[in-house]
């Protein structure tokens, strides 16, 4: 049989122009190629854009069978707080390894501590439906919440959580006690940011007092979220625990929260893994 192409068809894109493709994903916009009003690539988009500079008809599953064979994957963007001061970064993350590293012979731990407000109107996560069928999540459309202030010892894993109606310097107190309840004896060195209940005049007069010779307090450089592994483990909570779950109230966020808390209590390899450090 004749398997010919149809005269001005090209069979498929080379090797250079599969690197230009995937170049052309990683660094540009369709804004900046002048290929339409879209802020990032698509099979749809792309098909077009090869078609008209290569001649390449491609299937939109063709496209997206290449962009894995270039080591691309569909994902989910983050931001980058442009205010960051990346060699301070560096500097605090030079420091940190070695307050690590003494920490092993002291009677010292080393946690995280931040805190977040899960809502019940949680932002939707892409999940599988029927075709045509776009899933749907109940809601009454509040905005009820839970506060939680948590704390991960990145060497082994262990997770302290403490619930609140709000997040404010009391409350912050409230979970320092609790802290240093469940680690008695133990001198508790927490890195955390630079939000305005942290530096509250209560909780230095708190630091200041008997109370506070049990903590040390080592604050992030500020905008820099990303050197606080505990931002994975909230990110972990809302995106596979919350995320396309209908909460009714405060009570039923403050289940899905225990349930949370249970498991990962129970998984502290887990939780070393998703907060991207080791044992």
Known sequence: LDRRLPPGRVPFLTEEQQQEIRQLVLTTTPVDAGWGIAPSWNTRILQSYIQHTYGVSMSREGIRKLLHRLRLSWTRPTYKLVKGD???????????????????????MLFYVDETHVRAYQALRTTWAEVGNQKQVPSYGHHDHVSIFGAVDVQQGDVFFHRASSANAETFLDFLRLLKEKYTHRFLVLVLDNARIHHAKMVQAFLDGEEGDAFHFIFLPPYSPQLNPIERLWKWLKDEVIANVFHKDQNDIAQSITRFEQYILQHPDEVLRRIGCTA
Do not use: H, P, S, W
Not at 86 to 108: G, H, P, S
């Open 86 to 108: 990346a060699k301070r970064q560096v500097a605090f993350q030079k420091e940190l390894e070695f307050i690590k590293k003494k920490l092993i012979t002291e009677n010292a």
